[in-house]
């Protein structure tokens, strides 16, 4: 999240990431990993979860990065998430 935040995603590789959440801030709209009871940036206590892929997806769409979705047993040792940095 934090590198696609920064902008330093080129290319994204996702597969499904089941019962991996994200927080997302109701006010501020940014969205971060560790769970909490407030915004880790703005202090507000409006938050929701979501699904881990969906929160990724969004944030490689507003950021023009490449996005490809794969089935992870297709691929041995894959994760579930990998990025190609720009830098």
Known sequence: LRDLEQGRVQKLVLSQLPHHTISECQDCGRMWAEAG???IYCGSAGFRYLPA???LIRYALNSDVET???EA???PG???VAALLRY
């Open 37 to 39: 009871q407030n915004c």
């Open 53 to 55: 892929e969906e929160g």
């Open 68 to 70: 490809f979705l794969v």
């Open 73 to 75: 047993e297709a691929i």
């Open 78 to 80: 894959f994760s579930g």
